[in-house]
Every structure is written in structure tokens, then in C-alpha cells.
């Protein structure tokens, strides 16, 4: 079985600062991915980055980028520049290769982002 | 950009009543799957759904629970006989293939109420 561990419920950061969320996660399986969600207040689910276990360099999408660490089993999200926007909750999660069907995501509890101005 | 479509946005239904969510994946996408966020909780996967059966489930989706493509484009999850805990928000995502570099595209959900 695979688990997701944030171990920060809540964090505040002043605009334009970067931020780092912290992701650990652990699995026995070789092959696996790595992503990150947003959700806003209003509820929906948004995609953001994804880092694959056979990844040798750090993903980045705009100012988002994955700061993986595999043999820490970490993968933390670090985004720069913030913005009043990039306020809320956010999410890490993985999902494994079982070599069978489909398997579904395992997400973390997730991180509450507050910018402030 | 293409995206995944919930319908109703909200459903508030009284306890012991049949409720049916329904989705619409990405149109080339072939992996569909439903999971439940109850309120303030970490977000719960129910079940995956290839090639019109189901690929994988969890041990939340029980006989309660069922899902089907009845069409082309819709995806559904019927839940029997409600429960006062199976409030929660439910969404439906979707995915080109199974594999685990494929990211699991959301729609923005809908959010079940029982009374």
C-alpha cells in the first residue's frame, strides 16, 4: 500500500516570496508518479506538475517545480514568485504502476496555502 | 482546453434514497475514475473503470456503490440507499491510459448532501 504524508496543515507566506510544500511518500513499488493538485475554495480538483520514479531531472511547469528526492522518498512542490491567487489547498499524491489495472491515486492531507499581500 | 464535466453541482438528497452522479470524461480518454473528499478530509479514490468494467476499486466502493457507461460520453456512480455519510463531494477524473505517468485529469465535482 502507498502513503502520502504533508506534515504542514497550514501555511502563510507573504506575496512574491517562494514557497516550499513538503511531500514525503512511501511505497515498495519501482515504478510510480508523482503529482500535485490545487484546490481552490471554490472545490475544484486542478492539476499541476508530475514527476515520474524513472525522472532524472526535477519536473518544472512555469513557476511550479518538483523538488524530487528519491532516495529521501520525497517530492516537495516549490513555488515561486507566489501570488494572492496561488492561495489554496494543495494536495500530493502518487499512483503506482501494479502492473494490473488502473489504479487510483493516493493523495495526502494536504497543505492550506495562504498568500499574503 | 478540454475538460472533465460534473452534473448536478450539488445534489442534496434525503437518507435511504438512490442518488445518480454524472460525469463526462475527456473525449480521447480511456481510464475513468470517481473519488469522494468528505468535507475538510483528504480526497478518497472509489473506483477506476476501463473498457466498460470496473479495473480497480477500494474497499469505501461496496455493493452500496455501482458505476456504468450507459452511453458514449457519460460515466455515472449510483449510490443506493444513502447514508448520512455519504456526504462528501465526489469527483470523477479521467486519464488517456493506466499507466502512472498519465496525470488524472479532475472534473470540479459534485457535491452530495443527505438528509
Known amino acids: 500500500a502507498q502513503k502520502i504524508t504533508q506534515t504542514q496543515p497550514g501555511m502563510f507566506v507573504q506575496e512574491k516570496e517562494a514557497v516550499t510544500l513538503d511531500c514525503t511518500y512511501d511505497?515498495?513499488?519501482?515504478?510510480?508518479?508523482l503529482f500535485w493538485y490545487k484546490q481552490p475554495s471554490s472545490g475544484e480538483m486542478i492539476f499541476l506538475i508530475y514527476q515520474g520514479s524513472y525522472d532524472e531531472q526535477n519536473a518544472t511547469e512555469g513557476r511550479y517545480s518538483l523538488n524530487f528526492q528519491k532516495a529521501r522518498k520525497s517530492a516537495n512542490l516549490v513555488i515561486s514568485a507566489s501570488q494572492l491567487g496561488d492561495s489554496a489547498m494543495y494536495f500530493c499524491?502518487?499512483?503506482?504502476?501494479?502492473?494490473?489495472?488502473?489504479?487510483?491515486?493516493?493523495f495526502g492531507k494536504g497543505t492550506h496555502l495562504i498568500i499574503q499581500p | 482546453e478540454p475538460e472533465v464535466t460534473q452534473t448536478p453541482s450539488h445534489q442534496v438528497t434525503q437518507m435511504g434514497q438512490e442518488v445518480i452522479l454524472r460525469c463526462v470524461p475527456i473525449s480521447n480518454h480511456l481510464y475513468f475514475y470517481w473519488y469522494r473528499q468528505i468535507l475538510g478530509q483528504k480526497v478518497e479514490f472509489l473506483v477506476s473503470?476501463?473498457?466498460?468494467?470496473?479495473?480497480?476499486k477500494s474497499e469505501i466502493f461496496d455493493d452500496q456503490f455501482s458505476v456504468e457507461r450507459p452511453d458514449g460520453s457519460n460515466f455515472t456512480l449510483k449510490i443506493r440507499s444513502t447514508k448520512l455519510e455519504d456526504s462528501a463531494m465526489y469527483f470523477c477524473?479521467?486519464?488517456?491510459?493506466?499507466?502512472?505517468?498519465?496525470?488524472?485529469?479532475f472534473g470540479d465535482g459534485t457535491r452530495l448532501s443527505i438528509l
Open positions: 511505497t515498495s513499488d519501482q515504478s510510480y508518479g
Open positions: 499524491a502518487m499512483r503506482v504502476d501494479s502492473g494490473g489495472g488502473a489504479d487510483g491515486l493516493t
Open positions: 477524473a479521467s486519464s488517456v491510459t493506466g499507466y502512472s505517468n498519465q496525470p488524472q485529469h
Open positions: 473503470f476501463y473498457n466498460n468494467e470496473i479495473s480497480e
